[in-house]
């Protein structure tokens, strides 16, 4: 049986889950998340916790059965916590700033780039070299951040450009000069 799968999800006070038509819905403080899961699955409430059983042990449903409980879990803690990334810009006039909802970065090119919130998603700029996305969708999230790395992403050799908080840039040896 799948490790993953097999684990309850403790439901937080405030959160429900409803189901209709194979849709499941998870309203909490933050907001409200839908999504469809597979037929073969079958989630039921049993208190204040989450269980997800698979109907056979095909390779297909052993597969989906931890995919289902790790996806209902993130739709839990997205409408109870939130989902946020931060991201770093590294590199001598680099910089960013919030105009509304929009994000404008200097990243050394001759204009500057624009980049417009998408539905659910809220950034913040704390300083001018960092910017932390916001949102309850953990996909979303994630899918926008990797967006605005693409911009500038770090290269190997000074490490300039936009990089996820933490992550380790792998540095490159320079010309040698002789």
């Given at each position: 049986?799948s490790?993953?799968?097999?684990?309850?999800?403790d439901l937080?006070?405030?959160v429900?889950?409803?189901?209709a038509?194979g849709?499941?819905?998870?309203k909490?403080k933050n907001?409200?998340?839908k999504?469809?899961?597979?037929k073969?699955?079958t989630?039921s409430q049993?208190g204040?916790?989450?269980?997800?059983?698979?109907?056979?042990?095909?390779k297909q449903?052993?597969?989906l059965?931890?995919?289902t409980r790790?996806l209902l879990?993130?739709?839990?803690t997205?409408v109870?916590?939130g989902?946020?990334?931060?991201?770093?810009?590294?590199?001598?006039?680099?910089?960013v700033?919030l105009s509304?909802t929009?994000?404008?970065?200097?990243?050394g090119?001759s204009h500057?780039v624009?980049?417009e919130?998408?539905a659910?998603?809220?950034?913040?700029?704390?300083?001018?070299?960092?910017v932390?996305i916001?949102?309850i969708?953990?996909?979303?999230v994630?899918?926008?951040?990797?967006n605005?790395?693409t911009?500038?992403?770090?290269?190997?050799?000074?490490?300039?450009?936009?990089?996820?908080?933490?992550e380790?840039i792998?540095?490159k040896v320079?010309k040698?000069g002789m």
């Amino acid at each position: 049986m799948s490790r993953i799968g097999k684990l309850p999800i403790d439901l937080p006070s405030g959160v429900t889950v409803s189901q209709a038509d194979g849709e499941v819905t998870v309203k909490g403080k933050n907001g409200e998340l839908k999504s469809k899961f597979d037929k073969k699955m079958t989630i039921s409430q049993e208190g204040e916790q989450l269980i997800v059983t698979r109907a056979d042990d095909t390779k297909q449903s052993r597969a989906l059965h931890g995919l289902t409980r790790a996806l209902l879990q993130n739709m839990v803690t997205g409408v109870s916590e939130g989902f946020s990334k931060t991201l770093e810009i590294v590199g001598v006039g680099y910089r960013v700033q919030l105009s509304g909802t929009k994000l404008v970065f200097g990243l050394g090119y001759s204009h500057p780039v624009e980049v417009e919130a998408p539905a659910g998603i809220t950034f913040e700029v704390p300083n001018p070299n960092t910017v932390i996305i916001k949102g309850i969708n953990k996909q979303h999230v994630g899918q926008c951040a990797a967006n605005i790395r693409t911009l500038r992403p770090p290269e190997p050799y000074k490490g300039k450009g936009i990089k996820y908080q933490g992550e380790y840039i792998r540095r490159k040896v320079g010309k040698t000069g002789m």
